[in-house]
């Protein structure tokens, strides 16, 4: 990451699965340089350690958007935005391909966000 930077580059780590243990690590990158994307890690803990440092991106239940109901859907978008978004710096995602979700449950997603999340 830190050659990528140097470089002017700003690189896009893509994290699967719980990484509390590395997020020391990846505050100690310089602040605005550097993208993480979470699935799978507390996005509280992943908020209180990079906020100010890095934008975060993710935290959206894929499953939720193949398998849920849409009042899942809506329920888990607006637990991130209110988790991630105070102060900037999120990017609302999700960690499957679009193609594989329910339209209904895209749907719920896009417009959640487009009409809770405001900046």
Do not use: Q, W
């Not at 009042?71 to 637990?79: Q, S």
């Not at 102060?87 to 999700?94: A, P």
Request: with cysteine.
């Amino acid at each position: 990451m830190e050659a990528v930077i140097e470089m002017g580059g700003v690189p896009r780590i893509y994290t699967e699965g719980n990484y509390e243990n590395k997020l020391d690590l990846f505050a100690s990158m310089p602040p605005g340089k550097v993208i993480y994307h979470f699935i799978g890690t507390d996005m509280e803990k992943v908020k209180g350690k990079l906020t100010g440092i890095a934008c975060v991106s993710g935290g959206v239940n894929g499953t939720l958007l193949e398998y849920g109901t849409r009042e899942e859907v809506i329920a888990d978008v607006k637990r991130n935005i209110d988790i991630c978004a105070p102060g900037g710096g999120y990017m609302l995602d999700c960690n499957v391909s679009l193609d594989v979700a329910k339209s209904e449950n895209l749907h719920a997603m896009f417009d959640t966000a487009r009409n809770y999340m405001k900046y």
